[in-house]
Structure formats: structure tokens, C-alpha cells
């Protein structure tokens, strides 16, 4: 039905303005989504909408390949986080390239002399070099928007306080956990960012918990950087399985997914909340799926 079709897309472009405009505010705002989606309506059918158009192109930036992207912002400002196969991350700002809570095309900016080399390379706030792999995922965590897992080529796993990137520039707040040995080509928050999730081509995929500390707490049993970490990741199991691993998902703050290479099993994971509790007994909920679900539609195995 392409009149269904229409308003799904105008619906999906609100959504993702109304979750852009509330990640850039530090307290709750009120926004009229009725009027929202007839603007967006009215632009749709008159093909002008944001989200067909190039609204600005960063030149002169990295000298390789790019091979992740995130966007966080902080202080109302847009940044953008990438991975090259440089073994670095960088760190650009989008400060007055558009507003973003805004749907109007005429208020980005657009103007051509905004995307010339020098304006685009004094936008870069800062780097971090030398890291052990290539990084190959940013994933930005959804509850704080602060914290990212950037995944890599040699297995390290990254955990990065973002705002550190641009209130200490030369001084980025990370930790690495080394528990893949190959790829590791994913990494997923849990909703509440009380957990996450990785995934690589050694076979396995790994469940790490995340609690924030305080900052001049030591952080024990970690390869940190010089400067001290809010926060600490702890291992909690490694999935293991005869293939890779292709895909994880969050359905829940305390549930998942994983798929494996070969297998036509998605397996069901969850955590117990009284997980707390059963670490004394030394069982726990989500060392076994709780459902796998056959994808063949036979139920066969083949």
C-alpha cells in the first residue's frame, strides 16, 4: 500500500527527530508530535524532507578508510565519533552546523563555503591514536548517551567515556577488556546500560556488566589509561559456539539474542534480577538460553 507506505516513513522520521531533539536536552521538553508529523507529512509529499538531502560532508578529515561512525552530544552540541583503519578514533564537532530540533530544511546549514578543508578540519576536537587493533563498531550506550564500546580487528574491546574526549582532550578516560581473540565485530548496550554485549569471529560472545563509580575510586584488575576511569566492566560469561557469531540483541534491559554462523537456532537469554543473590550459590540464569527458537520451518535441523 503505498499511501501506508508514505506514513510509515513520515512516522520513522519523526521518531528519529523526536529521539535526536530529547538526546540533545539535558531535562525532559515537551514536543507536539501531532504537529510534528504533519510537518513532516507535508514535506514528505512535497520531496523535501531533512532526510533526502546531504545536509553537510566533513572534507579533508581522516587519510583512510572509514569503518564506524557514532553520533553523541554534550552541552546541546552534536559530536561525531569515528574509527579508521589507522588504528585511531576521532572525535569532530557539529557545533552551529544545524539545529537538532529542527525539521525545517532552511535552517541548516548549507552554505558551500562552510565545507571547505580548513573549516572541516578545525571542527576535529580530538584523537585518539595507536590502539591495538582497527576498530570495526562504536556503539554509544542509550541511557547516559556518554559512554561507547568500540570494538576491533585484534579482539580488544574498548569502553570510552566520550565527554572526556572533549572536556580533556589529550586525556581520554578508556578502558580495554581482551577477552575475544579474533574480530571482535559487534558490541550492543543493554537498554538500561547495566550491561553489554559482544561478538567476534573467535566464536564466541561475551557479557560484560557495567556500573559507574565513583571517579577517584581505583579501578582494580583493569588495563586502564594514566588518568582514572568513572567506571568499571566486569566479565560476567563467554558464550562459546562452533561458528561465528553473526548477531546479538537487546529485546529488554535484561534480556537478549545470539545467533551463530550454522546454526538456525536464535537463543534466547535472560537475566535474573536476583542475580545479586544467586552469585553466592554460584548458579546464574543466563549462563543457558531460556528459549531457542528453531528458524527452520520444517523444525528440522538442516
Avoid at 542509550?142 to 559512554?147: D, E, Q, T
Avoid at 537498554?191 to 561475551?206: I, R, V
Avoid at 568513572?230 to 562459546?240: A, T
Avoid at 557469531?245 to 536476583?274: C, G, H, K, P, T
Amino acid at each position: 500500500d503505498p499511501q501506508a507506505l508514505s506514513q510509515s516513513s513520515v512516522l520513522l522520521e519523526s521518531l528519529d527527530i523526536r529521539d535526536t531533539y530529547y538526546s540533545a536536552q539535558s531535562k525532559s521538553l515537551s514536543t507536539n508530535t501531532s504537529s510534528l508529523l504533519q510537518t513532516l507529512r507535508d514535506k514528505s509529499e512535497q520531496d523535501e524532507t531533512a532526510c533526502t538531502k546531504l545536509l553537510y560532508q566533513f572534507h579533508g578529515i581522516h587519510t583512510a578508510n572509514i569503518l564506524c561512525v557514532d553520533t553523541f552530544y554534550h552541552e546541546h552540541t552534536m559530536y561525531i565519533i569515528s574509527g579508521v583503519t589507522t588504528r585511531s578514533l576521532m572525535v569532530l564537532s557539529c557545533k552551529n552546523i544545524f539545529n537538532a530540533s529542527s525539521c525545517d530544511v532552511a535552517e541548516y546549514d548549507t552554505e558551500s563555503d562552510a565545507h571547505n578543508v580548513d573549516n572541516c578540519k578545525s571542527r576535529i576536537i580530538s584523537q585518539l591514536n595507536g590502539l591495538n587493533g582497527p576498530p570495526l563498531y562504536i556503539d554509544i550506550d542509550p541511557k547516559y548517551r556518554r559512554y561507547a564500546i568500540v570494538t576491533c580487528m585484534d579482539g580488544s574491546v574498548y569502553v570510552i567515556d566520550v565527554f572526556s574526549t572533549i572536556l580533556t582532550p589529550d586525556r581520554w578516560q578508556y578502558l580495554t577488556v581482551t577477552h575475544h581473540t579474533k574480530y571482535v565485530t559487534i558490541g550492543r548496550w543493554s537498554h538500561s546500560a547495566e550491561y553489554f554485549l559482544t561478538a567476534g569471529h573467535d566464536n564466541k560472545s561475551t557479557l560484560y556488566k557495567f556500573e559507574l563509580q565513583p571517579q577517584q575510586q581505583q579501578i582494580e584488575e583493569q588495563k586502564t589509561h594514566e588518568t582514572e576511569c568513572p567506571f568499571i566492566v566486569s566479565k560476567l560469561h563467554q558464550y562459546e559456539y562452533g561458528a561465528c557469531v553473526e548477531s546479538i540483541a537487546w529485546i529488554s534491559d535484561r534480556e537478549f539474542i545470539i545467533s551463530a554462523r550454522n546454526s538456525n537456532f536464535l537463543e534466547y537469554f535472560q537475566i535474573d534480577a536476583a542475580m545479586d543473590e544467586q552469585a553466592s550459590s554460584g548458579t546464574f540464569s543466563f549462563l543457558q538460553p531460556f528459549l531457542k527458537c528453531n528458524m527452520n520451518a520444517f523444525g528440522d535441523h538442516h
